[in-house]
């Protein structure tokens, strides 16, 4: 299986500071890789995906890049609503897989 | 407004068969994926398995013994069934639409609230 491996596994921000994520896949996966917002009690919610496009409603203060096997996830101005456990995920290959996630706190 | 609901028990006992079903309200099933995904309390999400609306499947190799995923598209619902479950298989349970068939298009943008499964005697 492919592994997806993010870092930091936590981090600790304040409001206003520009936070940025990283995703390395095992194996190649071209531009595959979403990410997904999970807050406490709720089902993950996809702010990125194909490595790079916003989805529909999400700030645009979040954006994605990378290609290949290394991926990004930035929030240029962290939001109070922004605290939460942040997960990429690829599906270039079954079966996808999801990194271990990383907590803003 | 599309919305999935699983529904099932919340208990099931030790080597029983873990059976959960997701209902698709305000949108055809049609042309997409419909995956199963789950979370162990306070851990990661694991991807158990997909179905297409015609019936086409793939499965996590780890768990592929153990799960059937199928289709009622005259219901609007997918069922997810694991068969001899043990303590490890307790997590809370997602059902969510995975990919549309024709193309490039949004991953995962639906997904049910979940529902906890606990396997315990």
């Known amino acids: 299986d492919f592994q997806l491996t993010q870092s930091p596994s936590s981090l600790s921000a304040s409001v206003g500071d520009r936070v940025t994520l990283t995703c390395r896949a095992s194996q190649y996966i071209s531009t595959y890789l979403n990410w997904f917002q999970q807050k406490p009690g709720k089902a993950p919610k996809v702010l990125i995906y194909?490595?790079?496009t916003l989805q529909s409603g999400v700030p645009s203060r979040f954006s994605g890049s990378g290609s290949g096997t290394d991926f990004s996830l930035t929030i240029s101005s962290l939001q109070p609503e922004d605290f939460a456990t942040y997960y990429c995920?690829?599906?270039?290959?079954?079966?996808?897989?999801f990194g271990q996630g990383t907590k803003v706190e | 407004q599309m919305q999935l609901q699983e529904s099932g028990p919340g208990l099931v006992k030790p080597s029983e068969t873990l059976s959960l079903t997701c209902t698709v309200s305000g949108g055809s099933m049609s042309n997409y994926y419909w995956s199963w995904i789950r979370q162990p309390p306070g851990k990661g999400l694991e991807w158990i398995g997909y179905i297409f609306y015609r019936g086409s499947i793939n499965y996590k190799p780890s768990l592929k013994s153990r799960v059937t995923i199928s289709v009622d598209t005259s219901k609007n619902q997918f069922s997810l069934k694991l068969s001899s479950v043990t303590a490890a298989d307790t997590a809370i349970y997602y059902c969510a639409r995975d990919r549309p068939a024709d193309g490039p298009g949004v991953p995962f943008d639906h997904w049910g609230q979940g529902t906890l499964v606990t396997v315990s005697s």
């Open positions: 995920q690829q599906n270039y290959i079954t079966p996808w897989t």
């Open positions: 194909a490595a790079s």
